[in-house]
């Protein structure tokens, strides 16, 4: 998919690739470090890139899940990485098309690439994949993530809580 935003720059969303992996790594590494500032949870332990490389590397592989980049003069300057879930047993059987990452490099955000990453994740792999709904997890303290979300209609079902021991 070609797009333009704001006339300024051509970008394009895409499929990731095996030659994708280390940049998506390090923009997750950069979200994972943003969110670790107010929140420790988010800190690395010393296995925690290569499982994500791993997750990262099978997704590709696999039709129930899917990585979108982000190329900007084939720079990798966003992705998505997202799954099928179905759930059965309690309640109706649901077929819910979950993001699991999604991150803009700071230059790029708020120009519309973020929406059109979603957009392509609801319209090409939720659809496709007979998705009931799409589902996220968006930290408390992520007042923009949140934003960003209710404009495109999500609405906050559940709220999870915690206790440190």
């Not at 935003?5 to 969303?13: D, L, P, Q, T, Y």
């Amino acid at each position: 998919m070609h797009t333009e935003s704001n006339n300024k720059f051509h970008f394009e969303i895409i499929k990731g690739s095996k030659e994708d992996i280390e940049e998506i790594i390090d923009l997750w590494t950069q979200t994972i470090n943003w969110h670790a500032e107010f929140d420790k949870d988010f800190i690395f332990d010393s296995e925690g890139k290569a499982n994500f490389k791993f997750v990262i590397e099978t997704a590709m592989n696999d039709i129930t899940q899917v990585v979108y980049v982000v190329k900007f003069e084939k720079e990798v300057v966003g992705f998505l990485y997202g799954y099928i879930r179905m759930y059965s047993g309690f309640f109706r059987k649901r077929i819910i098309a979950h993001i699991s990452d999604i991150t803009i490099l700071e230059e790029f955000r708020r120009k519309g690439i973020g929406t059109e990453l979603m957009e392509k994740f609801e319209h090409e792999f939720a659809k496709n994949n007979n998705a009931n709904c799409m589902s996220l997890n968006v930290h408390v303290k992520n007042s923009s993530g949140l934003d960003f979300y209710d404009n495109l209609g999500f609405t906050r079902n559940l709220i999870s809580m915690k206790k440190d021991l």
